[in-house]
């Protein structure tokens, strides 16, 4: 079955957040398998925010960040925890923005695109089983604001793995 999600205007972020959310929720409810639900979050969020190169998951395997479903260029395949912007979002399990990764002292180059990074920790009961990876080609692309929202999609994301 086709999702078809009306474009949302970012001129007004947290409205276009909040829009996110309602349409996530849509497509996620229901469904509990986290692979399908990655791939279809990916596809959602990927279509509406403005100004990114790539956006996916990286899921906890064996003590390793092992690519998930994603969007944009080939990524790079495993990140241990504590390297690049993914590893220390793990490593704190805290949303890290980079303004500028060429700043960041550990930034891990998958796409040399990529000129600003945000980075959400996916915990569930107290356990991180990943990330939520989002890359812009504009410097200093994500705010407090995108922090808020992403993070609050990556919260509907996990609740329907346990819906």
Request: proline share 6%; with cysteine; net charge negative.
């Amino acid at each position: 079955m086709a999702h078809e999600s009306p474009a949302i205007d970012f001129s007004d972020k947290p409205r276009a957040y909040r829009e996110l959310a309602r349409q996530l929720e849509g497509l996620l409810s229901g469904e509990q398998h986290r692979i399908a639900n990655a791939a279809n979050t990916v596809a959602l969020l990927f279509g509406a925010l403005p100004r990114i190169n790539w956006l996916g998951f990286y899921f906890l395997e064996n003590g390793a960040l092992i690519v998930g479903p994603f969007q944009g260029k080939p990524a790079c395949v495993r990140i241990a925890i504590g390297r690049g912007v993914c590893g220390a979002a793990a490593a704190r399990r805290e949303t890290v923005v980079v303004p500028d990764v060429e700043a960041f002292a550990d930034h891990i180059v998958c796409d040399p695109d990529s000129r600003s990074e945000i980075v959400v920790p996916l915990i569930e009961h107290g356990k991180l089983i990943g990330v939520l990876d989002v890359d812009s080609p504009e410097l200093a692309r994500f705010d407090d604001v995108d922090r808020t929202g992403l993070e609050r999609l990556a919260g509907i994301f996990l609740a329907s793995l346990r819906a």
